[in-house]
């Protein structure tokens, strides 16, 4: 078995590797039908960060049944089921358990043969790094708990979670990749920390090239700011060498939901792939720094 955080591969024979994925989080938009297609995009995101195919799912509930109507669990696993029929993936059960706080998530199973496993270590000098989301939903998830996220905004960030990685794995796929991973809960740079740390190369971020959700620099300077992502800052700061602003800083850490793919690969393909995406409606994809010889297990910020 090979894998990171929370994800496994297992190698069945020659050709048949297994993905094992696990997510769970509690809401993070009102609307319980939106939660469970963020929920499922969420969950189906290391699979297709791996290169891999989703095959099965299996639900995973917490539910107040005492303080909340069962409209509402149906809604967020209608939620659900509709991203994994999106993924082509089938639904084979589940488990859920009585619990004060709602939470919902999902264990992921897909397929990959075991010698185009991606993994998020064996970037290359030279290559250039593709991001295929825009940042900012863990601070605009906390404007919108402080009611100060007007409704553009709110539609905007829901859109872009409950969006799949599917396609931009698609595409992916069709060119030489040396490592990828999903942008998730470590935000921007503590996934690309992971990248290199340990390695024999370090990376440059250009940060007026990473594409951000509206308002979220506006959201940063006023500390609209997730405890989530101040400890993804305090952990991973001694690997980063930066210059550019505090509130910028907080949106590189920023804690992401259902975040996009961080790609690795040749800079021959890279500007390829780029148009590839945007002419797929895969609009925020941006080529947003490369990898160095040294500083070895660093990041550079400019």
């Known amino acids: 078995m090979e894998g990171r955080d929370d994800a496994g591969v297992y190698r069945l024979t020659d050709e048949l590797a297994i993905i094992q994925t696990v997510d769970y989080f509690t809401p993070i938009v009102d609307d319980p039908y939106e939660f469970g297609q963020v929920a499922a995009a969420n969950a189906l995101s290391d699979v297709y960060a791996m290169g891999g195919r989703p095959i099965t799912a299996m639900n995973i509930v917490c539910f107040p049944r005492e303080t909340m109507d069962v409209s509402v669990l149906r809604e967020i696993l ?16 589940g488990h859920s358990v009585d619990d004060k706080e ?15 496993v991606l993994t998020n270590t064996g970037a290359r000098e030279g290559d250039v790094l593709i ?32 969006t799949l990685n599917k396609r931009a794995a698609e595409l992916m796929l069709e060119v030489p990749v040396n490592a990828c991973t999903d942008v998730t809960g470590f935000g921007l740079l503590g996934h ?38 101040r400890r993804n800052r305090e952990f991973r700061s001694p690997m980063v060498e930066t210059a550019v602003s505090d509130e910028m800083m907080h949106i590189l850490f920023d804690a992401q939901t ?13 500007e390829t792939l780029v148009k590839k995406m945007q002419s797929a409606g895969i609009d925020d994809a941006a080529i947003i720094g490369h990898i160095v010889a040294d500083p070895k297990g660093k990041i550079m910020i400019r």
């Open 192 to 229: 690309a920390c992971e990248m290199i740390e340990g390695a024999s190369v370090g990376m440059v971020i250009r940060s007026q090239s990473v594409p951000l959700l509206p308002m979220v620099d506006k959201f940063a300077e006023r500390g609209l700011v997730p405890g989530g992502t």
């Open 102 to 116: 709602l939470k919902y998530g999902l264990c992921i199973m897909g397929i990959v043969h075991p010698d185009k």
């Open 131 to 162: 991001l295929t989301k825009a940042l900012g939903t863990g601070i605009i998830s906390t404007a919108m708990k402080r009611g100060v996220a007007e409704h553009e905004i709110i539609a905007r960030v829901t859109r872009q979670m409950v």
């Open 258 to 270: 259902s975040g996009g793919l961080l790609i690795s690969l040749p800079p021959t393909d890279g």
């Open 78 to 93: 209608r939620g659900g089921i509709t991203k994994l029929s999106e993924a082509g993936a089938s639904l084979v059960g």
